[in-house]
């Protein structure tokens, strides 16, 4: 029975790492065999059309977690951290790597993350300042070659004119908005495939893109793309409505 609970992909390593503009590239790795920062940043690369990697991201705008077996108790433990830059978006990365927790700040350390040497790579780098409602689940499940570059050994990302943009409007950091999230997420996955965006935005910290959306009232989910635009006020339990919403069928 034990056996059986760990051969799930209970125990990964996933690594997130946002852009200043609010996107988001991640990865979930149940084999443990990479870091992975090298492989967002070509992946960020190629999908916003970036002169080179943003390496200087890393690790100013990235969170880890990691699933692990302790040898001793046999129990399941968890350590997952975010930078200062990027703690904000608990509520995120708790929906896409699926848990329930409170991310530790990781140390600050002297020299990392000045703001003033980061800012110096904007205008070279201005997509990266943008928001493009961007969340992008990077395939690893390829081994990286062991004696090459790690050039993105999973499945090229790219963007399509007819993928899905959402946006959902929460009030505050909450379990309920979690539990949004983990639903939302889990329908999406299911039932649209890739690809799909999901930006999350919180009206009280910007109200202006709650009046720029004609959001009075949340939870509310906004289907942003492909036209025409529609939302849903209030129920997010209800899977068929979203689906019929979005145009998409529960897959059995």
């Given at each position: 029975?034990?056996?059986?609970?760990?051969?799930?992909?209970?125990?990964?390593?996933?690594?997130?790492?946002?852009?200043p503009g609010g996107d988001l590239i991640y990865c979930i790795d149940p084999n443990k065999q990479g870091r992975w920062h090298l492989h967002l940043c070509t992946a960020l690369q190629e999908i916003l059309d970036l002169p080179e990697p943003p390496h200087f991201l890393v690790?100013?705008?990235?969170?880890?977690?990691?699933?692990?077996?302790?040898?001793?108790?046999?129990q399941v433990r968890t350590f997952a951290?975010?930078?200062?830059?990027?703690?904000?978006?608990q509520a995120v990365l708790n929906a896409i790597f699926g848990t329930e927790l409170t991310w530790q700040t990781a140390p600050w350390q002297e020299?990392?993350?000045?703001?003033?040497?980061?800012?110096?790579?904007?205008?070279?780098?201005?997509?990266l300042w943008e928001?493009?409602?961007?969340?992008?689940?990077?395939?690893?499940?390829?081994?990286?070659?062991k004696?090459?570059?790690?050039?993105?050994?999973?499945?090229?990302?790219q963007l399509k004119n007819q993928c899905y943009v959402?946006?959902?409007?929460?009030?505050?950091h909450s379990a309920n908005t979690e539990r949004i999230l983990q639903n939302l997420h889990e329908l999406l996955e299911r039932s649209l495939g890739y690809p799909y965006t999901m930006k999350v935005v919180d009206v009280l910290t910007n109200p202006e893109q709650a009046e720029i959306d004609q959001v009075t009232a949340t939870p509310t989910l906004v289907k942003v793309w492909p036209h025409p635009i529609r939302?849903?006020?209030?129920?997010?339990?209800?899977?068929?409505?979203?689906?019929?919403?979005?145009?998409?069928?529960?897959?059995?």
């Open positions: 029975m034990t056996t059986d609970k760990l051969s799930r992909p209970q125990l990964f390593k996933g690594i997130a790492l946002f852009t690790p100013c705008y990235t969170a880890t977690i990691d699933h692990w077996l302790d040898p001793h108790s046999q951290e975010a930078y200062p830059a990027v703690i904000r978006h020299g990392l993350c000045d703001r003033m040497v980061l800012s110096t790579y904007r205008s070279s780098f201005p997509q928001d493009h409602d961007l969340i992008v689940n990077l395939d690893v499940s390829e081994p990286a070659p004696y090459r570059p790690p050039v993105i050994a999973a499945r090229k990302v959402l946006r959902l409007f929460v009030a505050g939302r849903i006020v209030g129920d997010l339990d209800n899977a068929e409505k979203i689906l019929q919403m979005l145009g998409a069928t529960e897959k059995i």
